[in-house]
T-cell receptor
């Protein structure tokens, strides 16, 4: 079992709809959780960090964390074609004192 | 604030050669982490430096090494290059590299080994 797992996609979403991305992690003692966006040929860009159970909202993005279920998600509201990218979930502590990344979910927003 | 910078942006080397990549962190950041990204393996942690000391290391062979200078700039070196070392090498900086510090990535160095 991988330490951090994501569905590879592609997740196809109509413009204006909500995109829902999921991430599960294996180590219960994982401490902090991050979502990055990576456009093709570019480096990852930090979108959100979340450290405690519940929801955290930043603009059109909402991160949700459930430590009991070892689950973190990202919602993108009012999806735009510019949101088409690969979204990486990263977990601190999933495999030691470092950031471990999932394989990423590719999102396609269709006009 | 200026972001994380990496040089060079692109490199082409042949098998057996060695390469040195450079990373300058965001001003005030003292932790630098290095990652290798390939289509097959995704983003994998190489090592992390803080205050000129390697604090964590991933599961890579000893051909991969690094160092950090007193100004927090970091270099990584790959010796005896293999075809499988072709990848995007990313560095990320954070204030102290602890769990609640966000990491910010540089643009990466694209290494091609022929």
């Amino acid at each position: 079992q991988k330490e951090v797992e994501q569905n590879s996609g592609p997740l196809s979403v109509p413009e204006g709809a909500i995109a829902s991305l999921n991430c599960t992690y294996s180590d219960r003692v994982s401490q902090s959780f991050f979502w990055y966006r990576q456009y093709s040929g570019k480096s990852p860009e930090l979108i959100m960090s979340i450290y405690s159970n519940g929801d955290k909202e930043d603009g059109r993005f909402t991160a949700q964390l459930n430590k009991a279920s070892q689950y973190v998600s990202l919602l993108i509201r009012d999806s735009q074609p510019s949101d088409s990218a690969t979204y990486l979930c990263a977990v601190w502590g999933a495999a030691g004192n470092k950031l471990t990344f999932g394989g990423g979910t590719r999102v396609l927003v269709k006009p | 604030k200026a972001g994380v910078t990496q040089t060079p942006r692109y490199l082409i080397k042949t098998r057996g050669q060695q390469v040195t990549l450079s990373c300058s962190p965001i001003s005030g950041h003292r932790s630098v982490s290095w990652y290798q990204q390939t289509p097959g393996q995704g983003l994998q942690f190489l090592f992390e430096y803080f205050s000129e000391t390697q604090r964590n290391k991933g599961n890579f062979p000893g051909r991969f090494s690094g160092r950090q200078f007193s100004n927090s700039r970091s270099e990584m070196n790959v010796s005896t290059l293999e075809l499988g070392d072709s990848a995007l090498y990313l560095c990320a900086s954070s204030y102290t590299g602890t769990p609640y510090n966000e990491q910010f990535f540089g643009p990466g160095t694209r290494l091609t080994v022929l």
